[in-house]
């Protein structure tokens, strides 16, 4: 198991594509970028509104008692 | 296992992020619920090793990423969803304003490399910092700049979006001699 880290060395290194500039990239326009952004968000939060789903609350719920349960004993 | 209020408030709290995240990488809304809590398990069974004042958030991103690398891409070959289920099964009202526009956009957004497109969800949609997301992916921060930028500009050419200058001013006066041509 390779649990993620907060932190990491491997950020401050460098890689092969880090000294390459956006060229293609930075000819978007303004509003392009806006919109791909705009759509980004909507997307994401169609998601996001949703809330948390039962199946997530009860999950942390029941490792809570279930813990309980084997302290009890 | 006890879990702390607090810790416990922090989880539930990115978990409809961390849920928005999984369905950009799993393109289906039942399985990426399934990374969800394959993730948090996972947090969980391993939260002794979360640094407390450290960002909670970015920590189970980067767990839920972990995991879906190890195990969930190879069952998505296996399984390979098409476009159409995947806009289908996150649409609920479809008769919605804008629908059919996001509906395109996801489509294209499936179709750009895993690297861009978590990089790009993780910038454009999460909220997170370039620096942020390059832990996550475990990359270097100029790695993350050049995904987004690649990613967008890959996005703009599948959506056929152009650059309002390129058919703004021009478009108009085009227009305007063909009316003047014809009267």
Known sequence: ?73 | MRIDESVRQDILGAVPGLRAFAISLCGNVDRADDLVQEALLRALANIHSFQPGTNMSAWLFTILRNHFRSEYRKRRREVEDSDGHYAESLTSHPEQHGQLELSEFRTALAKLPEEQREALILVGASGFSYEEAAEICGCAIGTVKSRVNRARTRLAELMSIQGIDDFGPDHETRAVLVGTRRG
């Open chain 1, 1 to 73: 198991m390779n649990p993620g880290k907060a932190t990491g060395p491997m950020s401050q290194m460098s890689s092969p594509d880090d000294k390459k500039k956006p060229t293609k990239a930075s000819r978007l326009d303004r509003g392009t970028r806006a919109k791909l952004g705009q759509q980004l968000r909507a997307m994401y939060d169609e998601v996001v509104s949703q809330g948390v789903p039962s199946r997530f609350s009860e999950l942390l719920t029941d490792l809570d008692n279930n813990e309980g349960k084997q302290n009890a004993h």
